[in-house]
């Protein structure tokens, strides 16, 4: 389903202390990531009707499989964002953890009337949200706050000093190969327990030691930074072989 966007309305700012409370669960990340420089009241804006082409392909996933993200929409079946007073820019969330989503909505029940009937958490494809383009709008991806601590862990195993996470962690293993019609695949996973899981099943297959077990054989790459490459590489009209390696 694809949902359309509020017309723009002045409420009072949830959305500090929103991001306060999931700090206190995980790492620095939500703290740069979501804090605003400046006060963002929830607002809302809308397309003209004229619009017919409201979500303009910008960039193809054909690699990115259909994993749920979690946004916020009212009883219209719109999509609700946040909206910069000063920027005059708007911000789409998408939350990794349905949790995290059902606490943003909590929130604006508590300061908005219009969102305290019919608003509901709703799925959204991964793979749709890299396709929206809207003048105005910026889309940004809230990780599960939990992984985020997870990839921050294996940074630390390996040596390397992080501070906070830019970005989504994705996860992936050197050990973890599979294969299909002659091609070979990286899968990456947004959760490391998945992965781990998955190194258990093949090793135990293959009655061979848990690759999970070896140092730095689990890697963390950036999600936004993978998303990026592939957009270099098809703006380029290379080989989508470096992009066939990698499947989510």
């Known amino acids: 389903m694809q949902f359309p966007f509020l017309n723009p309305s002045q409420q009072p700012n949830p959305f500090t202390s929103f991001v306060q409370n999931l700090k206190a669960q995980a790492t620095q990340f939500l703290q740069s990531t979501l804090r605003p420089r400046t006060q963002l009241p929830w607002a809302h804006i809308s397309l003209p009707s004229s619009e017919t082409h ?19 929409s009212n009883a219209a ?5 946040v909206s910069g007073a000063r920027t005059g820019k708007s911000l789409g969330l998408f939350c990794f953890k349905r949790e995290d989503a059902e606490a943003l909505l909590d929130q604006m029940r508590s300061v908005s009337r219009e969102m305290r009937e019919g608003s509901r958490v709703v799925p959204v494809a991964l793979n749709k949200v890299f396709q929206l383009k809207v003048d105005g709008v910026a889309f940004r991806l809230i990780p599960d706050t939990h992984q985020v601590a997870n990839a921050i862990k294996e940074k630390e195993k390996i040596g390397d000093t992080v501070e906070d996470f830019p970005g989504v962690p994705v996860f992936q293993s050197r050990s973890l190969v599979l294969r299909s019609q002659n091609r070979r695949y990286r899968p990456v996973f947004f959760r490391k327990e998945d992965l781990e899981e998955s190194l258990h099943r093949a090793s135990r297959q293959q009655n061979q030691l848990n690759p999970a077990f070896r140092r730095g054989d689990i890697q963390v790459s950036i999600l936004e930074d993978i998303i990026n490459s592939m957009k270099v590489l098809m703006s380029q009209s290379m080989s989508r072989g470096e992009l066939q390696q990698l499947r989510f």
């Open 54 to 72: 409201r979500f303009d392909l910008a960039m193809s996933t054909p690699e990115i499989e259909e994993s749920p993200v979690y946004a916020l």
């Open 77 to 81: 079946e719109e999509f609700v964002l």
